[in-house]
């Protein structure tokens, strides 16, 4: 049994979940509202503010969609009710990141700026010039968008300037060995 799996999803207060059909699921909260296709075959169960995910058979494929179904659902669930929060942070000598209205202004020594508008259900926050927080209730979307930000510029190996996941640890290079001669 797995043991993502098996643990149940507990819904909080103020957010409801609606299961129609083939296991079509929507869920609506205080920050907003989410539905998506879960894998047919997987059998969702109500019970008394929670919900349990249960598979059919022990198969191969029944086993590997039963964690993923019952992940997907507590992402929805946790959307809605907290939000999700990705964290970059740019590291370079006038790298910085500002906020105008709802677009992200990044200078990042191209010849212009980079300007990041954020996709419907997402916010920006940028606490310092050189701090970026994504949120949203789609950890999906919230985890793409920051991930577009850092391929403006990944961190590199070198001098380590870039921009970065917050905590995220980047390998460094030695350089030229003339360098150091």
Known sequence: MSRIGKK??????????????????????????????????????????EITVRRPSDSRTHRAQHGLTRTLLSNMVVGV???FVKELEIIGVGY???????????????????????????TFEVPAPTQIRVLGHDKEVVGQVAAEIRAWRP??????????????????KAGKASAKA
């Open 8 to 49: 149940p999803i507990p819904i909080p207060g103020g957010v409801t979940v609606d299961i129609t059909g083939e296991n079509h699921v929507a869920v609506k909260g205080p920050k907003g509202e989410l539905a998506r296709q879960l894998n047919p075959e997987m059998m969702l169960d109500r019970g008394e503010g």
């Open 81 to 83: 009710s907290d939000g």
């Open 96 to 122: 910085r990141a500002e906020l105008k209205g709802k677009e992200l202004h990044l200078a990042l020594a191209y010849s212009h700026p980079v300007v990041v508008a954020p996709p419907e259900g997402v």
């Open 155 to 172: 961190p590199e190996p070198y001098k380590g300037k870039g921009i970065r996941y917050k905590g995220e640890y980047v390998i460094r």
